[in-house]
């Protein structure tokens, strides 16, 4: 994970090395192999299929265009850049929390961010709002279609809600830290509202330093102006088209010289465009090129989709969010009050899946009833088939940390029914029990440190099983409640490899969205993220 490296093949090769060694047999060694992943996919199935068919409910939703009408009202409210910075953040959290980060920074880009340039919102402030909100608050606690709680619950061995709950809490700190900070760190360039930043945004302009003094947020300390100036990386294709680059090339940078293919506006509209090259991005446990792609091309060119039924596209734009914003509300009713039955866990899920699908029937019939039957089809194989591109790498690594389970390993290795199950992970927390320093602060922020290393390979996801497990493991020793201890392991896994903190991430497309340097967008974002998580880690094993 430290070189950047895929950790598939060191967790196949792990998992038969330790079944190998444990049982004696090479046979059985291999048998784990396919036992260890089996059992993986079997436990985390239900996490697959609710990913599926959200995505194919927005799929629904982009042929019907209204997923483009649920944001088009937040553009009225961009007044100011300091108004954009906000609302940019929160629309893309709202949009993040429901449907992930991928389909929501299209959404941005095409729709929001031009008006908030417009504004005067600076296009690395827009970055790194869109970039904290999504890829950061919304994905890191996934609270809605939780993914994430459930992938560190299951290895923890503790229940879903209690991680999704702590980690909705952590989640809110952080973001609100880093959002904060951010917005400090960049007002100051803040401009007044002018029709011409946005032509120049537009143009593939970009931001150089020069010198001169002006605001700064301590008095009397000078700041270097910025002003506009053509980018060198900028070239228009013949087809109209700007490339723009977003990646610095250098040592260590892992991944060459990246680029984004902007479509050029469209009489005067700035919708980006979102073909990525170059780069080895990956996202924070979702691909983000395929959907992005497929956004993108019903937001920019030619008829917009839905334009052959407004009244329909419109009356989905405000059902799609009242009915999941109701479907949350009615979840916290039944936690917090006796007035309706609390949904946990997979009943939880089961609802969640449940409405998605009935909302994702009633898009298609109302999109082409004739046709409602292969659309729906159609959409629920896509949604499939972006789950396993999404999160089938999860699997093998996955099953390398279950046989450390004594849940799980009896069942990987084909020990049979009466052998006794060994818990590595377990039995090797209890031998270097005393050589664990007795603070909580420690392991809390030692499981963070933990967390943040294992997203360095760009997939905020794959190593939610490695702290899921020290969490169930360390938490009984140190007296930290092993839920808290996921929910801080995953704040880690997901805020640095989900794409807030590493250029190789789906930050690539948010950089490029935005026509700015990704390796300036991870400066600006590293001081605030990482201050938010430093406070939350502190908050959350004060509050728990």
């Known amino acids: 994970m430290i070189a950047r490296k895929n950790v598939v093949i060191p967790a196949i090769a792990a998992t038969f090395l330790t079944a190998w060694t444990f049982t004696g047999s090479f046979v059985k060694g291999l048998e784990s192999i396919f036992n260890a992943s089996l059992t993986s996919a079997s436990e985390l199935f239900n996490i697959f299929l609710i990913i599926a068919l959200v995505t194919a409910l927005l799929g629904a939703l982009r042929a019907l265009g209204a997923d483009r009408r649920m944001v088009e ?15 940019l953040a929160f629309v893309t959290y709202a949009i993040s929390l429901f449907f992930w980060p991928t389909p929501a920074v299209p959404l941005m880009g095409a729709i929001l961010l031009p008006a908030a340039i417009a504004a005067g919102l600076p296009p690395i402030a827009a970055a790194l709002a869109i970039a904290v909100a999504g890829q950061g608050m919304a994905l890191s606690s996934d609270y809605v279609i939780q993914v994430a709680p459930g992938l560190s619950a299951k ?37 007044e509202p002018d029709a011409l930043l946005l032509e120049r945004w537009e143009a593939g302009e970009t931001e150089a330093a020069a010198p001169a003094t002006r605001r700064s947020l301590i008095p009397g300390l000078p700041l270097r102006r910025r002003i506009l100036q053509p980018a060198p990386a900028a070239a228009t294709t013949a087809e109209g088209e700007t490339s723009v680059a977003v990646l610095d090339s250098g040592p260590g940078s892992g991944t060459g010289t990246g680029s984004v293919t902007v479509p050029a506006p469209r ?63 009615y979840m916290l009713l039944g936690k917090f009050t006796d007035a309706v039955p609390e949904v946990v866990g997979g ?32 959409h629920i194989v896509d949604g499939l088939v972006f789950a396993v591109r999404a999160m089938g790498v999860v699997i093998p690594i996955a099953g390398f940390f279950f046989i450390g389970n004594a849940d799980f390993a009896g069942k990987i290795m084909s020990l049979g029914d009466g052998a006794k199950a060994p818990g590595f ?95 300036d967008l991870v400066r600006r974002s590293f001081v605030p993220v990482v201050a938010g998580l430093v406070v939350a880690t502190v908050a959350g094993l004060i509050i728990y």
């Open 155 to 191: 290895a923890a061995n503790v229940g879903t809600d209690a991680v999704a709950d702590k980690a909705m809490v952590l989640s809110l700190i952080t973001g609100g830290v880093a959002l904060f900070l951010g917005y400090l760190m960049t007002r100051s360039q803040y401009r």
């Open 425 to 519: 992970l377990f039995e090797s927390v209890t031998h270097l029990e005393g050589a664990i320093p007795d603070s909580r602060y420690v392991v809390g922020f030692g499981v963070l440190i933990i967390g943040m290393i294992t997203g360095l390979d760009g997939s905020g996801f794959a190593g939610l099983p490695l702290t899921g497990s020290l969490a169930g493991t360390l938490g009984p020793t140190s007296g930290v409640d092993p839920s808290l201890l996921a929910a801080i392991g995953q704040m880690g896994c997901v805020w640095s490899g989900g794409g807030v903190l590493i250029a190789w991430s789906s930050l690539l497309a948010v950089a490029g969205f935005a026509r700015v340097p990704v390796m």
């Open 347 to 378: 009943d939880a899920a089961a609802l969640v899946g449940g409405v998605t699908v009935a909302l994702l029937l009633a898009a298609a019939v109302a999109r082409d009833a004739g046709n409602a039957l292969q659309a729906c089809a159609d």
């Open 73 to 87: 009202p937040f553009r009225l409210v961009m007044r100011s850049g300091h108004s954009a910075f906000w609302v």
């Open 267 to 329: 009489n005067g509209g700035g919708a980006s465009g979102g073909t990525r090259t170059g780069g080895a991005g990956r996202s924070g446990g979702e691909p983000s090129d395929a959907m992005a792609a497929a956004a993108l091309k019903s937001l920019n060119g030619g008829d917009q989709p839905g334009d052959d039924c407004p009244k329909r596209s419109k009356a989905f734009a405000a059902i799609i969010p009242l009915a999941l914003v109701g479907l949350v509300g």
